[in-house]
């Protein structure tokens, strides 16, 4: 259900933001496509009624030190999530992403409130077998959002993301 997890998508938007402040990544908000079918509410400025016209995409896409990173941010309220949450024309852009050379991933709040960043290449065994992801399943291919700062939350994805995919990377 569209909508279900925005709190947790203002905090990794937030998340993001932060890292952009910091000189880490850029990024950019992706929107599912839509038609533009009459004027919206006067008071609103820039509003405007519309039909979407197609599946939305992953929410975000960011680049980091030349990498280029396509996502995803997902709410879990119970005990385990279910990886067909991530929707089969996500998972098709998620594997378009990675065949041509970028790195896709899932953000991933847990009902206990921990923050996960899921590489796509280790989710999609799951996916495909319609799996439910329990928090020791998460401890094995998923990464703990970090500290950066003493006296904030935890904020970073992309450190732990990215020591993961240097890692698997063969660097001349």
Known sequence: MAGRGVKWEAVCTNSRDRLSQDGCLAWCRMHPPVLKVGPGIKSKRGSFLATRTGKGPPDWVAVHEGVSILGDDKDC???????????????????????NGGLACVLLRMSDRS???????????????KRYVSMDMLKNIGLNWEYKCKGEPAYDWLKPLMEWHNERTIHP
């Open 115 to 129: 923050r996960w960043v899921i590489p796509w290449s280790n989710l999609r065994p799951l996916w495909e077998q």
């Open 77 to 99: 309220k119970g005990v385990s999530w279910y990886s067909l949450n991530v929707k089969a024309h996500q998972a098709k852009d998620f594997d378009a992403w990675e065949k």
